[in-house]
């Protein structure tokens, strides 16, 4: 699986759009962009992916850049609920691969 | 999505003894299921890869003498620490088709 790069972590204040970026320029063209989040003392929850086109769903949405060199997960209207860690992860879709899971970024909603 | 999930939750055990977390996929029958272990404020670290009816496959520097695994059939995974440590008190995750992950269930040892 290609590397990404994320920012250690963030914060946003509740209510407000967290943008969570995600650098991978190395991946493939048959390689999805996935999104999953790990909130404390529990396993990792998808959220999204995509391949080229933006992504939409009722958690978040997923832009991924033309060259698709870099994504950003959009929480529309965050809230407390949302404090967690964020891994962005690239991999191929539908392979029983394992998922190598990188630091992620940890947001933190601030009331 | 598949459903998974793991027993117990939470597990206190004294050190020398071997403690058995089981995983399971409820609605789906997965030849492949992965561990994963994961230490305060870090990230998950891949175990080993659980293969139903043959041997499963370690990551480097994991031992495989140590952390007994299991996969008898296609809804079950086992993972067995034999021997417990206090370092190996962890939070220990699996996952099937690659992307659906248990709830985790939090070792400590004495």
């Known amino acids: 699986d290609a590397k990404t790069t994320q920012p250690t972590s963030m914060d946003c204040a509740e209510g407000r759009a967290a943008n969570l970026p995600c650098n991978h320029s190395?991946?493939?063209?048959?390689?999805?962009v996935y999104w999953y989040r790990q909130i404390h003392s529990q396993g990792p929850q998808y959220i999204i992916h995509g391949l080229k086109n933006n992504e939409t769903n009722e958690m978040a949405s997923l832009i991924i850049t033309e060259d698709r060199k870099s994504s950003t997960l959009i929480l529309p209207h965050a809230t407390l609920r949302d404090t967690a860690v964020y891994y962005c992860?690239?991999?191929?879709?539908?392979?029983?691969?394992?998922?190598?899971f990188g630091k992620g970024t940890r947001l933190h909603i601030l009331p | 999505g598949a459903v998974v999930s793991q027993h117990p939750s939470w597990v206190i055990c004294k050190s020398g003894t071997s403690v058995k977390i089981e995983c399971r996929s409820l609605d789906f029958q997965a030849t492949t299921m992965f561990w994963y272990r994961q230490f305060p404020k870090q990230s998950l670290m891949l175990m080993a890869t659980?293969?139903?009816?043959?041997?499963?496959?370690?990551e480097q520097g994991v031992e495989k003498d140590k952390f007994l695994i299991n996969h008898a059939s296609l809804t079950l995974s086992t993972l067995t620490v034999t021997s417990a440590h206090p370092e190996d008190s962890s939070f220990y995750i699996c996952s099937v088709r690659g992307g659906f992950f248990g709830p985790g269930t939090r070792l400590t040892v004495l």
């Open positions: 190395t991946i493939s063209g048959n390689e999805y």
């Open positions: 992860i690239v991999r191929v879709a539908g392979r029983d691969d394992k998922i190598i």
């Open positions: 659980s293969n139903e009816g043959s041997k499963a496959t370690y």
